[in-house]
Every structure is written in C-alpha cells, then in structure tokens.
C-alpha cells in the first residue's frame, strides 16, 4: 500500500512586485496629491503620474475640500498598510506552552 503525503503553503494575498512596492510608496506620500475644483463644483483628488512628473491622474470626486482631503487621507493609509505587510504578516500575539 502506498500513501502520497503533501503539505502545502498559503498565503492570503500574492506578494507585490518591485514596480507596485514602488508604486505604493509612491502614492503613500501626501506631497504626490492634489485637489482641484471642477467647473460643476465638485473636487477632484488627483495624484502625480509615476512616470511622467508633468501629468496627473484623477482618482475621485468629493462634494468639498475636507471629503476629499479625508479620501487622501484613507488612501494612503490603506496604501501605507499594503507596504507594511510586504515583508510578510504580522506577528500579534504568541502562545507559550
């Protein structure tokens, strides 16, 4: 009788590559984001093109000043976490025996 025994590894997401680590830093900084008014009255949150300083990309509207500076605000919080768990998951509790 033979048995086959395999053991195999998870991981919950798939790691970033050098490019997205790079573009997440990127976006993780509040100097790399703008807001404008547009003709209708909105603000539009936009942040600086990676590869072309010149450009700038529109991510969302917001209805005043403050929602879309909150907007900036989560995303780069959101962006800051995704950086910090590159390097694997976080240890927060150990069990001693």
Not at 33 to 40: D, F, G, H, S, Y
Not at 57 to 86: G, P, Q
């Amino acid at each position: 009788m033979k048995l086959f025994y395999s053991t195999n590894t998870w991981h919950s997401q798939p790691q970033p590559s050098e490019d997205r680590l790079k573009f997440f830093k990127h976006i993780a900084e509040k100097e790399n984001w703008r807001i404008v008014q547009l003709p209708n009255g909105y603000y539009q949150t936009e942040h600086q093109d990676i590869e072309d300083e010149e450009s700038w990309v529109d991510v969302t509207r917001r209805d005043s000043v403050e929602a879309a500076e909150a907007a900036i605000d989560a995303t780069i919080e959101h962006y800051s976490n995704k950086i910090e768990f590159a390097n694997g998951p976080k240890v927060v509790k150990t069990f001693k025996k």
